[in-house]
């Protein structure tokens, strides 16, 4: 009787408040893509497949002229993040005040998905709220997988070319006609694992930008949003620190 009570309760009670449908359910679990900014007069500079040997140069660049990288680091895939250079390079972006997010494990396979937020949270003590897809390639599988991590998936609205081929003349020539287009923010696509990219276009992006007036901010902030899901302190290295 007891058990029919309640049953019957229930019964009411999902027919009141409407149970939700599988497919809304998805839809809840399912990340934000994000392709541009929101916040008006800003652009956002972004840096993949790191962290690299230039991230010193870089950072000191971009603070040179009051500009936030955000910096989407990969587990393994230029080198193991848990080396000891490579967790002296997160450290030192993220100190500097550097959005730091992921752009997953090895660059390829997505199923190890998680593994890459446990770097960073290690060593930084910072959990991301933001990541990028490889190839800025994405399927429902893995709008679901980022869902799950509470991250949302972030594209771009502008490409210097710098990893499909482009010569570096041709790249800052990409950056004057955008500055010259002034579009109100950017979402600009780099990667700071070429020489020309740090040291040749973005001195000449970052001088066409300021002179347009943009602030020169983190994807977090260009969209008006926290970079982090929580921030606590970095851990010690210990021998689970392995790719
Ligand atoms: C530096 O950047 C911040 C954040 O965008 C901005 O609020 C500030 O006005 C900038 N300062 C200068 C001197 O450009
Ligand atoms: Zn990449």
Redesign the pocket.
């Known amino acids: 009787m007891m058990l029919l009570k309640t049953f019957f309760a229930l019964c009411v009670a999902l027919l009141v408040s409407g149970a939700p449908t599988e497919e809304q359910l998805e839809k809840r679990q399912r990340a934000a893509v994000i392709t541009r900014c929101t916040v008006p007069n800003?652009a956002a500079l972004t840096f993949d497949d790191g962290p690299y040997w230039y991230i010193y140069d870089l950072s000191r660049l971009l603070k040179a002229n009051?500009?936030?990288g955000t910096f989407f680091f990969n587990g393994n895939n230029y080198g193991c993040i848990y080396s000891e250079d490579n967790v002296k390079r997160v450290r030192y972006a993220y100190n500097q005040g550097h959005q730091i997010a992921s752009h997953t494990w090895g660059h390829r396979d997505l199923t190890t998905l998680t593994w890459d937020q446990m770097a960073l949270r290690r060593i930084t003590g910072a959990v991301p709220a933001f990541m990028r897809p490889p190839y800025g390639n994405y399927n429902n599988l893995v709008l679901d997988a980022s869902g799950i991590r509470k991250q949302s998936v972030v594209i771009w609205d502008f490409d210097s070319g710098d990893s499909v081929g482009v010569s570096p003349a041709n790249q800052k020539t990409r950056y004057t006609q955008l500055a010259n287009r002034r579009p109100s923010t950017i979402l600009a696509l780099n990667h700071e694992v070429h020489a020309s990219t740090v040291f040749d276009v973005m001195p000449h992006a970052i001088n066409q930008l300021r002179a347009k007036g943009y602030?020169?901010?983190s994807v977090a902030?260009c969209l008006g949003r926290a970079p982090y899901q929580s921030v606590g302190s970095p851990e010690a290295r210990t021998s689970a620190w392995t790719c």
């Open positions: 800003t009051n500009a936030t602030r020169l901010v902030e």
